[in-house]
């Protein structure tokens, strides 16, 4: 049986993808597809989609309706909310699969620094050269903290690992359900109330889910304490921006944040000169490391398609 793969990287560039069908032969037919105007071949043929990795949701979802013989659709993020709008229109049985594996590394070194910056007064530094200025004095350490990681799967459990050698006072672990882990306790997020008053920082990397949405709301951050650090390496909508804004403008709060809400942030916008708060541009994922751990899942889930065995990263199965 022949069948066509959409892979958003050149196939050729992929090493240890399953041999194409040519000269008759059965086999997957590669097709390139990066989110441009124009499809690569009929959606209809398509047995798995490689969904385009950072072009947005409205690019995502748009062959997704058409694809009546899809059986994977596979991201190259850890997140698939993006891809949530095109789930209804696909056939039963599709098996949606993350990127789990790609991200980890990158995102929690990208946690840690924002963390660090944040705390010991890097853009207040960057700012002061510019201006010929010494800022010296006095800045808070990650030392002897208390960091609340909030979503503690994959991601969450690799920024632990690189908070260890900090000497922090405490990590605490919060997700969706309560369970024991090697490094100890992950508390439910209805205890939320209780752990807030007692983090110094407070990190993000929850999926994005109807239960996540706006989780961080005018109550949550009311919970945390005066001068508390809130770092989102989530997805924007789990702040509620507004509420956000409003404890920054009072000093009580400060953040780092690598996605926002609105995203990409608009010229004008508020967040942009909030006090306290430092941005980068949802760059958790996108460093020199990705490349080439994207490809080497790709093989592997591909091969794992061709020979039937057990897919990866699997999150739901529609229908």
Known sequence: MTYDVWLPIPADEIDGLPAPASGGADGPRYRFWDGGPDFPADPADCAFYVVPYMKGSEVAVRPMSAMGSVRVVQTLSAGTDHITPGLPGLPAGVALC????????????????????????????????????????FYPALADKSVLIVGYGSIGAAVEDR?????????????????????????????????????????????????????????????????????????GPVVDTEALLAETGRGRLTAALDVTDPEPLPPGHPLWHAPGVLISPHVGGSTSAFLPRAKRLLADQLTRFATGGELRNRVLTTG
């Open 163 to 235: 908070l260890a050698p900090f000497e922090c006072a405490r990590v605490e672990r919060v997700a969706r359900s309560a369970r024991t882990t090697a490094r100890g306790p992950v508390r439910a997020l209805a205890e939320l109330p209780e752990l807030l008053p007692r983090a110094d920082v407070v990190v993000l990397s929850t999926p994005l889910t109807a239960d996540t949405r706006h989780l961080v709301d005018a109550a949550f951050l009311g919970r945390m304490k005066d001068g508390a650090l809130l770092v989102n390496v989530a997805r």
């Open 98 to 137: 993350n990127a789990k594996g790609v991200h980890e590394a990158s995102t929690a070194e990208l946690t840690l620094a924002l963390i660090l910056a944040s705390l010991r007064g890097i853009p207040r530094f960057v700012r002061g050269q510019d201006a010929e200025e010494w800022r010296d004095g």
